[in-house]
């Protein structure tokens, strides 16, 4: 009898303790479009539909990259240059991700950089 009793009170402080941890929970984010929405609604109108760039507008083609250097990329971009670029490389896509996002035009970097990798890359 006590072996049981003692069972039960551990099993209670165990699943009373699991839930008083001070670790914030992560926030669940959900995205209004996916990221294919928002590369034909957003980044086409400049990269291209087949992300092939365009040179009159000074944008990049995006079949060369890999998944770690877009989620770079786009880390830099939505976080005012604080990742790998120089200066004022993306300036102006960062003027326009405060514009899109103040559309709803937001996405979850890793989710955007593997879409575009498994799209647009040409050397996998």
Not at 50 to 64: I, R, T
């Amino acid at each position: 009898m006590k072996k049981i009793t003692l069972a039960l009170f551990a099993a209670t402080a165990l699943l009373l303790l699991t839930g008083c941890d001070n670790k914030p929970k992560a926030e669940i984010i959900t995205y209004k479009y996916t990221p294919a929405e928002v590369y034909k609604a957003t980044c086409a109108h400049c990269h291209g539909d087949k992300g092939e760039g365009m040179a009159e507008k000074k944008s990049p083609a995006l079949n060369k990259k890999t998944v770690q250097e877009f989620e770079m990329d786009l880390f830099d971009v939505k976080n005012g240059g604080l990742g790998q670029s120089t200066a004022s490389e993306h300036d102006v896509m960062e003027h326009n991700m405060k514009k899109l996002a103040e559309k709803g035009y937001t996405y979850d970097t890793k989710a955007m950089a593997k879409y575009l990798f498994d799209t647009f890359n040409i050397t996998k």
